[in-house]
């Protein structure tokens, strides 16, 4: 580490001709810190171009991070000092639907909200939803293996992955885009670029599979004496709704009392409950759908598993059930003062021992705010402290030892780096530097996200 | 490759220990042409002991074939000579399912059958089925990504797999068997290795993900004038089924007909159809399932589009249906002379012309016997003669014309090797290569599988 610094390489001329203005408007950052200046901002058209960039980029030894909807909440994309931006703002190819196969291609810098209206125009279904569909885009979903609410039916931003063009950092362009649902040919480098935030290439553009869009669904929110409870009547909603059961959300009191007290909205519960679920079922029957919701929820409140339930009759009525929901997140953002929030994912059997024990390690420093997509084990444990304040070494430190994940959805960017050692061995994470190294040779591609730089590049950069 | 042969390496007394007996049991191969003798066969109990085995291999620079169930269709699996065996067979930890999870954790030398059973008998279902669900290993599924009929709805194994515990070439040990629905922490090492047919690694266990079993299923088959179509009929199936549609199996003329002349079955039609198309929906209400699925087949009867539909009435008649689609498979491998049998993946749309085009240039050459999972674009294209006399050369590169891949399940293994440059260009080859030799510097693990080898190693080996 006592190393003499290396200056900055200058750019060279040839990528100069790649440069757009205004490099300031790249700094944003959704967690809240902004990010260096960039030293120029690159926003390629193709896969080719990029490829052209990134060559140049090896070549002269310059490191890049790649921007799509800047709404990544672990620093992945925030500009590093000396860093160029890789921006795919251009890739904008608008959906494209084949609805006999039941794919779109689209291109990476397409916003989620606007595939997502384009699969329903069509009659199909794009299932994947988050909060900031109206700015994330398609390849940062890619890139970072976006969850949400309907992984739990449908499973992550991955699973619906066919295919992706892409650009390694070395500059060889990865192309799978015919839309095939099965394909055994080689190595699928495709999804090797899935998850793997940036640091492994470029996603340009990408084939997603579209389900069958469901006609009808029903929304209920229980109250119930704990998550503990919550958990134990997985079981159940799984045997009585099947495959139809697509979202299973819990929040945890106080949060949905404080949140319908801050932000005018009415509690479907006369009291606050210890913990809340909320439940969507969607199928092909909009009448059987809701019956059966409705006789396992009746089962449950007669065994006494559920305090109370509250049920759609009507799509309005869905939308202000998940309005809770999704305004506990507003609440957390906008009402609460500065907050340190952790996406933590837990073994399922562990979340009542880890609950418990986290609110010990939590108490007298900082009060913590639970909710999360209970069905998957994703729960966002938001402490209401800023982050220098918040326990978080300890909080990761009991996620691991439950044999939990320091990040389900958010991934490790720049920000979660120095505890991904909770999570994964040394050896584990010698191999991927390995990995990096084989399409990376000069670590020029989002150096510092995910692995610690091979190498210090400038003084601000080292961890 | 005029370079001297290198003498094989002596085994080292160290993994002398390792060996197992009987090793000419290993020979067997599904695609029928039978391995050499290995050198010797090594089943390790665990993955330390596997990573203890490749680390003494990689050191004395001896190559090593992994072996599960030996039902793979394309020689990956097949012993090359100078090889040992390194068999999953001992990896046999049974199923352990997580209920309130979803989950079941697994040895991979465990057969898909048994998974299959135990999820059942827990009110859960693993969404993987294929013909050999009695041999094949989940190791082996998880390896070649396998693929199958419910992949239309569930996605291929790659879906299915939560994570895994592998050991890569080089010896490292990878774990994700926290049974994580979402876990981003760090590069999925074990998303690498599905798929990967080995030469990235060994899976020694593995955490399915199961889904909620189905409560009912109804089985349909309809007869169609062609492959265009039954291509026609999905967006209207996919419209109303929704969801439930779980398989969408195609059989082209004359292979029902002489399948059922020849296996003693009772076609369910008065005469044969140019194409005949299996259905199968499942969904949480048995009558509502039974009912969409006439309703749908009604529509398309009086609107022409099907010349004639029987439905199932009872599980039995399910299974007599499906026997009818699994008895096309047996009469191709038992009834039929030698055969070549091409696993093909297809862009929908090209479904039509290409199978024109196609029987054209089988014409005088070898009669095809097309069928497959149409719902999902692969066509298992078969036909009548022996490889050396089928035109496999020309079916491949029109596959690729259409923007399709040559294989769509099977894999490359060894056999398809020198047709992988048909789907993906030279580049990306040498990256597959690069990451390759990442994790095995000696490339001693499946040489010869997916990727040619770097250096000969013995006369018989060169492809």
Redesign the interface.
Same mark, same amino acid.
């Given at each position: 580490m006592c190393q003499p610094e290396p200056a900055l390489p200058p750019l060279p001329a040839a990528l100069r001709a790649h440069l757009r203005d205004d490099a300031a408007r790249y700094r944003d950052d959704a967690a809240g810190t902004p990010g260096a200046a960039p030293r120029g901002v690159l926003a390629p058209r193709s896969a080719e171009e990029a490829a052209e960039i990134l060559c140049l980029l090896q070549e002269a030894g310059l490191a890049a991070v790649v921007q799509g909807g800047r709404t990544g909440l672990s620093g992945g994309a925030r500009v590093q000092p000396g860093e160029l931006v890789l921006s795919t703002e251009r890739l904008t190819a608008p959906p494209r639907i084949?609805?006999?196969?039941?794919t779109m291609t689209v291109g990476a810098g397409v916003v989620l909200e606007a595939a997502q209206q384009a699969a329903r125009a069509a009659?199909?279904y794009l299932a994947a939803d988050l909060g900031a569909r109206g700015s994330a885009t398609l390849g940062g979903m890619a890139a970072?293996?976006a969850?949400g609410p309907l992984?739990?039916r449908y499973?992550?931003f991955?699973?619906q992955v066919l295919g992706v063009e892409g650009v390694?950092p070395?500059g060889?362009?990865?192309?799978r885009l015919?839309? %095939?649902?099965?394909?055994?040919? +080689? !190595?699928?480098?495709s999804?090797?670029l899935?998850?793997?935030?940036g640091?492994?290439g470029l996603v340009t553009r990408l084939v997603l599979?579209l389900?069958?869009?469901?006609?009808a669904r029903r929304v209920a929110v229980c109250a119930l004496d704990g998550a503990a409870e919550a958990?134990?009547l %997985?079981?159940a909603l799984?045997? +009585? !709704?099947?495959?139809?059961?697509q979202a299973c959300e819990l929040m945890i009191d106080p949060l949905l009392a404080e949140t319908c007290a801050a932000r005018g909205l009415r509690s479907p519960f006369a009291e606050p409950a210890p913990a809340v679920l909320l439940l969507e079922v969607?199928?092909?029957?909009p009448e059987?759908c809701g019956a059966?919701l409705e006789a396992v929820l009746e089962t449950a409140l007669e065994a006494g598993r559920i305090r109370d339930a509250v049920l759609s009759a009507s799509e309005a009525d869905c939308l202000r059930l998940w309005g809770l929901r999704e305004g506990c997140s507003q609440f957390l953002f906008q009402n609460v003062g500065p907050i340190t929030s952790l996406d933590l994912?837990?073994?399922?059997?562990a979340i009542p021992a880890f609950l418990a024990e986290a609110e010990g390690l939590c108490a007298g420093r900082a009060r913590p705010y639970v909710f999360g997509?209970l069905?998957?084990?994703?729960l966002h444990y938001v402490l209401a402290c800023p982050p220098d304040a918040a326990p978080t070494d300890e909080i990761f430190a009991l996620t691991a030892r439950h044999?939990?994940?320091?990040?389900?959805?958010?991934?490790?960017g720049a920000d979660?780096l120095r505890w991904?050692p909770l999570?994964?061995?040394a050896?584990?994470?010698?191999?991927?530097a390995?990995?990096?190294?084989?399409?990376d040779p000069g670590w020029i591609l989002n150096p510092g996200r995910?692995l610690p730089r091979p190498f210090p590049q400038t003084p601000e950069a080292r961890p």
């Open positions: 084949d609805a006999v196969a039941g009659g199909l970072t293996n969850g992984a739990l499973g992550t991955r699973q390694l070395d060889t362009i990865v192309r015919g839309g %095939l649902y099965k394909d055994n040919s +080689g !190595l699928d480098l999804q090797y899935v998850g793997s935030e640091i492994l599979r389900h069958p869009a469901p006609a958990l134990a %997985l079981p799984r045997a +009585g !709704l099947g495959p139809d059961l969607a199928g092909t029957d059987a059966r994912s837990l073994p399922l059997a997509h069905g998957d084990g994703n044999g939990g994940a320091i990040t389900a959805e958010h991934g490790i979660k991904l999570c994964r061995d050896a584990e994470i010698a191999a991927m390995r990995l990096k190294r084989a399409v995910i």
